[in-house]
């Protein structure tokens, strides 16, 4: 980490967290922040549900949820870019504070609730936003208030579809009320059938994703994993964050809300693996949740990961860890003999079982 990041890391820590990710968001705007370009090498290069990324480590939903910062963000080492998430109608969210700083467990909690611009606004800025090498994905979300929650899953799809690379289904952040009932099998599948309708009448379908939570039972997971096969989603994000405490060390660990960082990571990578031995290749998975370093990124694709998405981390390493990180996995298949990071993919599965 270059001194500036890590003087720019320390006055932020100062401030209220959510404060701080205000204004990291405006100093990426405003070109304040050194940025790393694109980080790639053919050994990197990865085909995601028919995307070329120009590696596997991407952006998690969640720090830009209004894609303000879109065009900085495909220039800072990430081999794709996921923004969101977004609501039919705008909405303010949960009351502040509602994001808490963990440093003792490396972690975060968050409770916003789906705190966004809404679906035409972002549609705006996205359809504004400079083409680039980076795939830009968008997380879908459903309003708080909603009589139709799986409906507004589709209609933010049709809103913002023509300007994103690819769209990820989420029912399955914790802080909107009773959303993750959305993960049930008959649920899941009429919410996913009416996106998937949306998705075919684009000019160009793009790839959907679906984003489970990890505190799922086995046999949630492989309800779930039956619905996406069924469904002809492109693949499955594992995982959004935890309700789980576990060992947690913070004075903060009681807030409610989800906990994402360090702590999530065996939870997460658990439900990765498990799901990569239920779908054996028939689709791709994103693994996410603790990934703070080369090993543990290396660990999600053996796993059975085609590619890994980072955030929390970044409260703590800054923005150039998606490049610390793209670099750190070229090292680990030159250490481990490996020619292509394709061919790692699932060869540690079983240990995660």
């Given at each position: 980490?270059?001194?500036?990041?890590?003087?720019?890391?320390?006055?932020?820590?100062?401030?209220?967290?959510?404060?701080?990710?205000?204004?990291?968001?405006?100093?990426?705007?405003?070109?304040?922040?050194?940025?790393?370009?694109?980080?790639?090498?053919?050994?990197?290069?990865?085909?995601?549900?028919?995307?070329?990324?120009?590696?596997?480590?991407?952006?998690?939903?969640?720090?830009?949820?209004?894609?303000?910062?879109?065009?900085a963000l495909t220039r800072a080492g990430f081999g794709f870019v996921e923004v969101?998430?977004?609501?039919?109608?705008?909405?303010?969210?949960?009351?502040?504070?509602?994001?808490?700083?963990?440093?003792?467990?490396?972690?975060?909690?968050?409770?916003?609730?789906?705190?966004?611009?809404?679906?035409?606004?972002?549609?705006?800025?996205?359809?504004?936003?400079?083409?680039?090498?980076?795939?830009?994905?968008?997380?879908?979300?459903?309003?708080?208030?909603?009589?139709?929650?799986?409906?507004?899953?589709?209609?933010?799809?049709?809103?913002?579809?023509?300007?994103?690379?690819?769209?990820?289904?989420?029912?399955?952040?914790?802080?909107?009320?009773?959303?993750?009932?959305?993960?049930?099998?008959?649920?899941?599948?009429?919410?996913?059938?009416?996106?998937?309708?949306?998705?075919?009448?684009?000019?160009?379908?793009?790839?959907?994703?679906?984003?489970?939570?990890?505190?799922?039972?086995?046999?949630?997971?492989?309800?779930?994993?039956?619905?996406?096969?069924?469904?002809?989603?492109?693949?499955?994000?594992?995982?959004?964050?935890?309700?789980?405490?576990?060992?947690?060390?913070?004075?903060?660990?009681?807030?409610?809300?989800?906990?994402?960082?360090?702590?999530?990571?065996?939870?997460?990578?658990?439900?990765?693996?498990?799901?990569?031995?239920?779908?054996?290749?028939?689709?791709?998975?994103?693994?996410?949740?603790?990934?703070?370093?080369?090993?543990?990124?290396?660990?999600?694709?053996?796993?059975?990961?085609?590619?890994?998405?980072?955030?929390?981390?970044?409260?703590?390493?800054?923005?150039?860890?998606?490049?610390?990180?793209?670099?750190?996995?070229?090292?680990?298949?030159?250490?481990?003999?490996?020619?292509?990071?394709?061919?790692?993919?699932?060869?540690?599965?079983?240990?995660?079982?």
């Open positions: 980490m270059r001194l500036i990041e890590r003087a720019g890391l320390c006055a932020l820590h100062r401030l209220d967290p959510e404060t701080a990710h205000g204004l990291s968001l405006a100093a990426l705007r405003t070109g304040l922040v050194p940025l790393a370009g694109v980080v790639t090498s053919p050994r990197l290069e990865t085909v995601l549900a028919g995307m070329a990324l120009p590696n596997p480590v991407g952006l998690a939903a969640g720090y830009d949820k209004n894609a303000v910062a879109v065009d969101g998430a977004a609501t039919p109608r705008p909405q303010p969210g949960n009351p502040r504070p509602r994001l808490w700083r963990l440093a003792e467990d490396q972690a975060v909690i968050n409770r916003f609730g789906f705190n966004n611009d809404g679906a035409e606004a972002i549609a705006a800025r996205l359809a504004a936003r400079r083409p680039g090498a980076v795939p830009v994905g968008l997380n879908l979300g459903a309003n708080k208030d909603s009589a139709d929650r799986a409906a507004d899953f589709a209609h933010v799809l049709a809103v913002c579809g023509a300007h994103v690379d690819f769209a990820t289904v989420n029912v399955s952040s914790p802080n909107t009320e009773k959303l993750r009932e959305l993960q049930g099998r008959a649920a899941l599948t009429a919410l996913l059938s009416g996106v998937m309708e949306v998705r075919d009448s684009l000019a160009h379908p793009i790839p959907v994703f679906l984003k489970i939570a990890p505190d799922l039972g086995t046999d949630e997971i492989a309800g779930i994993a039956e619905v996406a096969l069924a469904s002809g989603v492109a693949g499955i994000v594992a995982t959004n964050t935890t309700l789980a405490r576990d060992g947690l060390k913070s004075p903060h660990r009681d807030q409610t809300g989800g906990l994402s960082g360090a702590p999530l990571f065996e939870k997460s990578t658990r439900v990765l693996a498990q799901l990569s031995k239920l779908t054996e290749g028939r689709l791709p998975l994103i693994g996410v949740g603790g990934v703070s370093t080369p090993e543990q990124a290396w660990e999600k694709i053996r796993a059975g990961a085609t590619a890994v998405q980072v955030y929390s981390a970044m409260v703590y390493q800054g923005l150039s860890l998606a490049a610390r990180l793209a670099r750190g996995m070229e090292d680990m298949l030159a250490f481990n003999d490996f020619t292509h990071i394709r061919e790692a993919v699932g060869t540690g599965r079983d240990a995660w079982l």
